[in-house]
């Protein structure tokens, strides 16, 4: 996907916005007893403290320890596909108690029981979103945008 640190620093932001926004709404979903319009809203609110907190972790911590743990796990010959799904499943075992414990001690009463119980109701929410929804739409988002640019540097790879 991304070939430079421009192109890592803009999929960074997509992946971090779609992943926290999906997890926001699902958090204030459980808060509020359902999904309803003003859900969507409401979960704008947290956006801007959420979104830079996961940026920062991803780019610069969780990325690199990910990739190192999905290659115990699949080798560099295997399908591409497997290996975006493997480093994806290892971002979402790293961030998603990480963003549990942070969004626990910013928005709930902290205590070690709320954050089990916080990431214990966000970590099959996170992998589902992350895998089949998340993931392929930020990688969408991320070719149409630099659509040439990857053309152009396909060609002379």
């Known amino acids: 996907?991304?070939?430079?640190?421009?192109?890592?620093v803009v999929f960074t932001i997509i992946m971090a916005a779609i992943m926290v926004y999906g997890m926001i709404v699902y958090n204030v979903a459980?808060?509020?007893?359902?999904?309803t319009n003003a859900t969507f809203g409401m979960a704008l609110h947290e956006m801007p403290i959420m979104v830079p907190i996961a940026f920062i972790l991803e780019f610069f911590v969780v990325e690199k320890l990910a990739t190192r743990l999905a290659f115990t796990v699949v080798r560099p010959?295997?399908?591409p596909q497997i290996i975006t799904y493997a480093i994806s499943t290892m971002i979402v075992c790293?961030?998603?108690p990480t963003m549990s414990l942070i969004a626990t001690l910013l928005f709930k009463e902290p205590s070690l029981g709320t954050w089990?119980?916080?990431f214990g109701c966000n970590m099959p929410m996170a992998l589902i979103?992350?895998?089949l929804f998340c993931g392929?739409?930020?990688r969408l988002i991320f070719r149409t945008l630099f659509r040439k640019q990857l053309a152009a540097q396909a060609r002379t790879a």
């Open 1 to 8: 996907m991304p070939k430079t640190k421009f192109q890592n």
């Open 30 to 35: 459980l808060n509020t007893g359902g999904v």
């Open 116 to 118: 089990v119980q916080t």
């Open 136 to 138: 392929p739409l930020a």
């Open 129 to 131: 979103w992350q895998l």
């Open 94 to 96: 790293i961030m998603c």
């Open 77 to 79: 010959t295997d399908r």
